[in-house]
Antibody
């Protein structure tokens, strides 16, 4: 069955770089796109960016200068790296598969930006 | 960016019919999707491409619309439907509405 699972540090210091991993199973990264969506506490959903089956990427224009998404198809993993973190980057970070709509989601990982 | 506007909150009684609206700042054709999110959970896809029911989602949920105006309907509403509902467009870089919080009286 299709599954996605996020992993990464729960606490990041301001100005540092966030690195998250999304490990997927039940589908191929070369045939599907995977995206990152985040949700600050008590707030709505924000699309961050995604990587397509052909390996190309798209980013939210508001985050593009700080964000990088890559993958390792042999390990069925998608990576997010975002630099220069600030306190308003505190959020739950989800990875999700995109077919027609985001049909499968990971459980999310809470990331707190604090010193 | 395409801005999606949703009403912030609704309160209905179980058994009633509720419609949740989403207006796009530009036409997105039928590239609109709806999600349900309960506290502490990830979003769940309910409706894709404006009117298609995702597998496993009860037929009480339906979607309609095209262009700039879209609607999610729940009929009849059940207590378990208490949640926040988000619309999301995929006409261009994905954006989400701010969410509509549905409460039951």
């Amino acid at each position: 069955q299709v599954q996605l699972k996020e992993s990464g540090p729960g606490l990041v210091q301001p100005s540092q770089t966030l690195s998250l991993t999304c490990t997927v199973s039940g589908f191929s990264l070369t045939s599907n796109s995977v995206h990152w969506v985040r949700q600050p506490p008590g707030k709505g959903l924000e699309w961050m960016g995604g990587i397509w089956g052909d390996g190309s990427t798209d980013y939210n224009s508001a985050l593009k200068s700080r964000l990088s998404i890559s993958r390792d198809t042999s390990k069925s993993q998608v990576f997010l790296k975002m630099n220069s973190l600030q306190t308003d980057d505190t959020a739950i970070y989800f990875c999700t598969r995109d077919t027609e709509g985001f049909d499968y989601w990971g459980q999310g990982v809470m990331v707190t930006v604090s010193s | 960016d395409t801005v999606l506007t949703q009403s912030p909150a609704l309160a209905v009684s179980p058994g009633e019919r509720v419609t949740i609206s989403c207006r796009a700042s530009e036409s997105v054709s039928t590239l609109m999707h709806w999600y349900q999110q309960k506290p502490g959970q990830q979003p769940k896809l309910l409706i894709y491409l404006a009117s298609n029911l995702e597998s496993g989602v009860p037929a009480r949920f339906s979607g309609s619309g095209s262009g700039t105006d879209f609607t999610l309907t729940i009929d009849p509403v059940e207590a378990d439907d208490t949640a926040t509902y988000y619309c999301q467009q995929s006409w261009n870089d994905p954006t989400f509405g701010a969410g509509t919080k549905l409460e039951l009286k």
